[in-house]
């Protein structure tokens, strides 16, 4: 390989690096999984996988999640 191949390929690699890097920070995505369930990656090292009426009466629950989080607040960590 010659030096300008080397080069052109480092510049390659350089450009789809950054397209990934750009992808990942768009944060969560999501996929039925072969179950017929829907995973959420993004979250977490392992997607969070429900199946859709499991999803439903969580989402129906989102004011109680955030009212606890609030009122657990002190007790609660974030991941940095």
Do not use: C, H
């Amino acid at each position: 390989m010659s030096d300008e191949d080397i080069k052109a390929e480092l510049e390659r690699l350089r450009k789809e690096n950054e397209a990934l890097k750009k992808g990942a920070g768009t944060g969560i995505s999501m996929k039925v999984s072969e179950k017929g369930a829907l995973s959420v990656y993004g979250m977490g090292r392992f997607p969070v996988t429900l199946y859709k009426e499991q999803w439903l009466r969580l989402l129906q629950m989102a004011d109680d999640i955030r009212a606890f989080i609030a009122a657990n607040e002190g007790k609660l960590k974030t991941k940095d």
